[in-house]
């Protein structure tokens, strides 16, 4: 399983409109995700203190837009979809918010 967050009203837009497009799809040309191993340290990097999430969990094998494993620099190599994320391909979503620290953990 591969793993992304985001805020709770872009996943209720995407579960409307069928697709999860988010801004770094336009801008980068792919969708951030991470390993289980790496969620907490993204949360805390990139949202730390932010709250109105949701961790999706999405399973690989029921993409449709091509995933990479890609090395990205000082940090590892990590999943990038590079497409829409069909919505039938999350498995699982459960809130996500830091604790009381801002911090996050699993």
Known sequence: MIFHITEQA???TAQAEGAYQPP???S???IHFSTDAQVV???NR????KTGLVLLTV?????KPELR????LNHGTFPHLYGPLNVDAVVDVRTFEPG???TFSM
Do not use: K, V
Request: charge should be negative; avoid cysteine; hydrophobic fraction near 35%.
């Open 28 to 30: 980068e040309g792919f």
């Open 100 to 102: 009381a620290d801002g």
């Open 41 to 43: 340290a993204t949360a």
């Open 46 to 49: 990139f949202y730390q203190g």
């Open 69 to 72: 494993y890609e090395d990205t």
């Open 24 to 26: 770094s799809l336009a």
């Open 10 to 12: 872009a996943w209720q």
């Open 59 to 63: 399973d690989p094998s029921r993409l």
